[in-house]
């Protein structure tokens, strides 16, 4: 049973990030369905998941991702 997993440099940089901009303002995605082994170090987040539907361009599938992701800011504003 091989899973994917995320690369140590994503999981070092979401952390960068969360440490710089807090967790309310960084996420990370995930494909529903796709079983992936998520690190210890992410424990307790959620991802956000989207569905991919076959042969659809990923683009496509993250699309309304981005889109809560752009009001998500908007609404935080700048720090």
Known sequence: ???GC???NVVFELGLFSGKLSSE???FAKELG???KIPSD???VT???YKRKPGEDL???VQPICNRLVQRAK???TK
């Open 75 to 77: 609404d935080l504003g």
């Open 59 to 61: 683009s496509v599938s």
């Open 6 to 8: 995320p690369r140590d």
């Open 25 to 27: 303002r960084v996420y």
């Open 42 to 44: 992410l424990a307790g």
């Open 47 to 49: 991802p956000i998941q």
């Open 1 to 3: 049973n091989e899973r």
């Open 34 to 36: 796709l079983d992936i």
